[in-house]
DNA sequence: TTAAACTTTCAGTAATTATTGAAAATATAT
DNA sequence: ATATATTTTCAATAATTACTGAAAGTTTAA
């Protein structure tokens, strides 16, 4: 396999992967176009190389900038934007998490936190069953979310070495 | 706010993560049904609570007995076939973390190891960008799937004991 | 067998989500 | 001011994904 398939494959890879865990597939993949992209590139590159509009290119890069995933550059005497990715994978892993709790878990826990607070009979299986399902979801979703503010404050090597010296 | 209101917050709450995250809505929803409902409850019964067709409902509740979050029971003298979703929220997430981990995460590092093989000139700033980028997100995404696997064999207590211990 | 009770399938349709492309807006240079 | 380069917006459209409902299939009982 050469370097251009190659390219196109991790591009597809990493679009099919944001899609199955609900990033929108264009994002995924111009962001997987400049992880593989050594100098920031124009709009115009990206529309190339993914064969995407000028309106598509322009709102995915402005989300993944939102998603401080890209940053925009600009060169001295030019009026064109550059846009580059970090490429520091644990940075990536980091933002995604910021963002995805703050839209999508945050949100969720505030919901099950005033579930958790409904009254009932206590005598009622439909109130017992709710009540404990809300609670129990309640407690696991808390825990997630302390993970994940444990992966923003942590550095790799750190967090993956404590890790796997417990589960071994 | 009264029961049958916090169930449907409930539903909406579980329908709009799971969406989120890349599982069908009515998928969640019914299994969100499920897990609040005390008793088994028939394929009748959960498409009028959700409002939803019986195909949809009989496909749904197969996707979830795929997932292995579901189970049919049949009572005796019965022919309906009644289902029953298990309401221990850490067989739920460790049930959730092995299918997504074989359908989505295995196919992925699969490609990316053998993208991580691709030769190419070593003077090539496109070459290197690439080959490290796939290289660095290849082994985020081997730490993330021993992270499952973890998950799989763990028990929930040790395990969040273990976690928090550390990252406290 | 036949019929009744129930489950499954899937072509057609609906709903949702993503994309285009051209017009409007903005910024810069002359 | 005017022209030019560039970015942004968004209504229209396309593509994808989900859902319906009726017909076909299956199982059990008489």
């Keep these: 396999m050469d370097l251009e398939e190659a ?10 992967l944001g899609s199955e865990w609900g990033i929108n597939r264009t994002m995924a993949q111009v962001h997987a176009l400049l992880l593989i992209t050594p100098e ?4 115009e590159e990206i ?3 993914l064969s995407i509009s000028r309106g598509n290119a322009n709102m995915t890069i402005r989300d993944l900038i ?16 550059y846009f580059y990715a970090d490429k520091n994978t644990w940075n990536i892993a980091r933002q995604v998490a910021r963002e995805r709790r703050k839209r ?12 958790t607070k409904v009254d009932g009979d206590s005598k009622d299986p439909a109130y017992k069953t709710f009540h404990k399902t809300v609670k129990d979801i309640n407690k696991l ?8 503010v444990t992966v923003l404050n942590a550095e ?12 071994k």
Aim: net charge neutral; charged share 30%; no cysteine.
């Design 7 to 16: 390219k196109l494959q991790f591009i597809q890879a990493w679009g099919k």
């Design 40 to 43: 920031p590139i124009s709009t």
């Design 47 to 49: 529309m190339e190389q």
């Design 66 to 81: 939102n998603w401080g995933l890209v940053e925009k550059q600009l060169k001295p005497g030019e009026r064109k934007e």
């Design 104 to 115: 999508e878990l945050e949100p969720v826990i505030k919901v099950l936190n005033e579930l």
């Design 141 to 148: 979703a808390a825990n997630v979310d302390k993970l994940f």
């Design 156 to 167: 790799e090597s750190w967090f993956w070495g404590s890790i796997f010296k417990i589960f």
